[in-house]
């Protein structure tokens, strides 16, 4: 039987039919038959390919600003996931029809049937209930059957060709519909023009640094202010300016949170964090009067205009955008559900990301090479000596996840895939945040001693906050609507301080502060009338009537969270998740030589980064600080697991359900010093009942 490619399409008539019986239709040129399947493998990447994909990326602007991906290179990366399957599909084909029509046939039939396949997992993911090899199984067996239905029927191949226009169909809405489209053909909007100058006035320094992914709650001690053993610079920061302590986050999400923010407009419509769908922001309304140094992440408010556009990272970010999609497109066809967080994958490069790495002779030097690259550039703008009315701004992602800081600055690496969520994996995860605040605290540090050298501190405007909290409430850990419902003191509360110019005492608004008061108040200070209406209200202003609080999950559709209540409990210390109480604490610092330890010599224990350890270097800036594995199934769940660390007792955890990868134990080694340079020994213990401990073997 001919090839159905090969054969003529309804459309364009058959061969007649003499009276002495029928005959087969004659075959097309070979190349028209080739280029029909290039047609058919064009429509089906198209919709397993490049329509999911262009679709989770053109609803996610600030994954372009992120990397500072120019419009060639986005165009570029369109380019390849829309060319180059359907090629790498149809190539091999090519080359299989050396061996006769045949092979040919088998080999485009089993092209359109894995294609018909990969498109029904996508599909299934959607539709049923269920996932992994039960869903593949179904898979293969509709992409069978579709393919069957290929061979049989013309009517479907004619679908397919007709398809094929699918990919143009795609990359259009792409380009000029979704909200990544504001990137892709960025162009400056006038908006209502810098604001009005007051006259006669000096105008103070301004500098605006913005956090990120971090509750208030995080910073307080059981007094309700904030702990100055663990966070003494921001301490300082409180005692030297105005704290908004009942300040909140109008959304969860950086693209509307930071623009609301930076407008003083609650989020209305689904649109690019950009100066194109915002052009009337803090940098418009004072670029008349201030000259302007910003660092943004993942927004770009700034334009062209006013900002040179540099953001610390330099060369091309077409490599990393072709890892970061290629990694989504291989959670878009896989048959399990992925449960990372897109925004995890937004990790700050170093200075020595950026630079490269410097001579490692001094340990400081090390950890200034860890800052984020950024924050660096942050701090040599700050220390510059100018005397010209300077906006400096930074919207740094600290301490968001991933979190890879220690409290000094050291780094560590962590599995991508360790869970955020279940009993004693969240407490892994705040600990680890916690630990990244620490070194945030450090950052809060330099930034005051940049200030206090440039001999501007005292005229600034300095304006700390974060663009919204994060959940480690069990079964809600996140910042979406279900997190807001079970923890809204983690997720809309976060810390505001705003250092008036000349101000040298703190004090304590507690005012019904929401995020679209920043920018008046900054407009305020900066003797900058705003040239165009707010939904904010300055510090400096009668405060808000209402006492509850608004909260945007989705533009245009606030939801009311109760305020009084909810901060009265923040202070109070009756918010947020209950701290786990120690395992074991006496154990903890103690010699394992000092401690009676049972040996049979039949438990065993698997560390899985055990090699880690084997050399360390303590000058290189990274420690193995998380130590991860499993467990025997006799350990119970909860069971107390003593690690320790060179013959000390550093930490003693729970026992754990076992996570997608097996492993049942993790744990954060934060004391550098019990670290040292070379092979570094780690051993695991359970605890019994009666304190006395049972070494578990690797």
Known sequence: MADPADLPSPATGSTPVPAAGPALAAPVPRHVGELRRLLEIVALCGLVIAQPLLDVIGRSPDFFLFHGATTTEILLLVAVYTLIPPLVCWLPGLLVALAGPGPRRVAHLVTVGVLLGALAVQVGKHLLPVRGPLLLGIAVLLGTAGAWAYRRWSGLRQLLRLAAVGPVIFVTLFAFTSPASAVVLATERDGSGPGVAADGTEHPPVVVLILDELPLLSLLGPDGHVDAERYPHFAALAAGSTWYRNATAVSGWTPYALPAMLTGRYPQREVAPHYTSHPDNLFTALGGTYRIEAQESITELCPPSLCAGDDGVT???????????????????????????????????????????TDPRFRFHTLDDNQPARFAEFIADLTAADETATLHFLHLLMPHAPWSYLPSGMRYDAPGDLPNEGAGWIELARQRHLAQLGYTDTLIGQTLAALRASGRYDDALLVVTADHGVSFTLGEQGRGLGAVRAAPAEVLWVPTFVKEPGQQVGRIDDRNWEHVDLLPTIAEHARVELPFDVDGRCGGCAPRERADKQFRDVPGEPVTVPGPQTFAALIDGRAGPPSP???????????????????????????????????????????????????PSSVADGTPVAVALNGRIATVVPALAPDAAGRRFAVLLTDESAFRTGRNELELFVVADDGGLRRLYP
């Open 581 to 631: 109480a120690p395992l074991v604490p006496e154990l903890v610092g103690r010699a394992v030589d000092d401690l009676a330890i049972a040996d049979d010599g039949g438990v065993r224990a698997r560390i899985d980064n055990a090699d880690e350890y084997a050399a360390v270097d303590l000058r290189g800036g990274q420690l193995p600080a998380v130590a991860y594995g499993e467990l």
């Open 315 to 357: 060369g091309s970010a077409l490599p990393v955008l072709l890892r970061e999609t290629g990694s989504l497109l291989g959670q878009i066809l896989s048959p399990v559900d992925s449960h990372d967080d897109p925004t995890a994958s937004l990790r700050e490069p170093t200075r020595a990301d950026v630079d490269g790495p």
